[in-house]
């Protein structure tokens, strides 16, 4: 199905192509992604949202994707062949009560060669719970694929879409009996021996090997690239240096640390205390790397079934880093299939076991 690229300010244009694609008889359901930039208000967009009956599912990203380049405003449409069974989630419910709205809503949603999809508030205390809530209830069988909402700006605000309006710390999932092959990979490496957070607080690490978390990143990072950081420059060098946390037998979980205050790190997403991690480092060459390497893991997956849609996933802090680079690793995920997608605020994929958020990843899906 043709994926549909609306421009920004254009709400006649919105409104023929969601009308027409609630009138195609091909179409059981739609993804809906507005970049941040130019995003329109929740009151203009409602009302055009609550005239659709397919179920539609999404969020307002820093980003998106489509055709294989970078758009910074818009809305990105992608028309679904299959129905997905959707859910709006209070982000602010405790495990219990998510998992007993799932009984409800999600009772005949448990089919092995399924898919989940899920977007989430990225600024959310509440996505750690989500997420373990969802694996407790579908467990293995559904491939999981999703990404955090909301704005560089690093400021929460309604940014989840379905159809009823756009929500404040919510997610939004939808589950379809629907087999999907997914890649995912980063391409950075560890330039650190293995470390061991001894103390946290929510996103914040404060202690590794019992000493103060920032006075052990700073001598490795200032070390291997002869940088110093002061008072203003923290994200401009640590954006070329994340954490890795261990996982047995499979690519590390990348996590992005974004400032530092009292010698603690804050980071996007959760690290547990107890947990090993590895200072990253990268470049150009072994991102781009990284890139060709998820959508090799998916395209071998894929070799059994007939795609459709290539969908892509890719963390904004990989544009941050690419820079002019961007439209190369673009162009790597798109050299049989144009890609479309989003720049996300942390990637969601179960590429070998449990599902997690990554960051600084890239995640490829065809369908």
């Known amino acids: 199905m043709n994926k549909i690229y609306v421009n920004p300010n254009n709400k006649s244009a919105l409104t023929f192509e969601l009308l027409a694609l609630e009138n195609d008889k091909n179409v059981r359901s739609i993804l809906f992604f507005m970049a941040d930039e130019n995003k329109y208000p929740s009151e ?24 294989g380049e970078r758009k910074k405003e818009g809305i990105v449409l992608i028309p ?20 007993k709205q799932l009984q409800i809503t999600q009772h005949q949603s448990t089919q092995a060669n399924s898919c989940l999809f899920v977007f989430l508030d990225a600024f959310s205390n509440g996505k750690e719970v989500l997420l373990e809530t969802l694996f407790n209830f579908f467990g293995i069988n559904p491939t999981y694929i999703g990404g955090g909402a909301g704005s560089l700006s690093f400021n929460q605000f309604p940014c989840i879409i379905n159809n009823t309006g756009i929500h404040e710390n919510a997610a939004v999932i939808g589950w379809a009996n629907k087999q ?3 890649g995912v990979a980063h391409g950075w490496e560890s330039i650190s021996n293995p470390l061991k957070v001894t103390e946290t607080s929510q996103n914040k690490i404060k202690s590794i090997n019992w000493k103060p978390a920032f006075q052990v990143y700073k001598e490795i990072v200032e070390h291997h690239s002869g940088k110093k950081f002061n008072e203003t420059n923290f994200f401009d060098i640590a954006k070329s240096y994340p954490f890795g946390i261990s996982k047995i037998d499979e690519e590390k979980v990348v996590r992005d640390p974004f400032k530092t205050t009292k010698n603690s790190i804050h980071f996007i997403d959760y690290i547990p205390e107890g947990a090993y991690v590895e200072i990253l480092h990268g470049n150009i060459k072994s991102l781009l790397k990284g890139a060709e390497i998820a959508k090799e893991k998916a395209n071998i997956q894929n070799l059994i079934t007939k795609t459709e849609t290539l969908f892509c996933i890719d963390c904004i802090s990989r544009v941050l880093y690419l820079n002019d680079n961007l439209q190369k690793e673009l162009n790597i995920v798109s050299k049989h299939s144009k890609a479309t997608g989003i720049f996300s605020i942390g990637e969601i994929a179960n590429s070998e076991s449990i599902v997690e958020i990554y960051n600084k990843t890239i995640v490829t899906a065809l369908w």
């Open 80 to 99: 679904l062949s299959f129905t997905l069974t959707t859910q709006l989630i209070d982000l602010s419910l405790t495990s219990e009560k998510i998992f």
């Open 44 to 67: 203009e967009i409602t009302p055009l949202l609550k005239k659709i009956t397919k179920p539609i599912i999404g969020g307002i990203f820093p980003e998106l994707i489509f055709n």
């Open 180 to 182: 999907i092959n997914i």
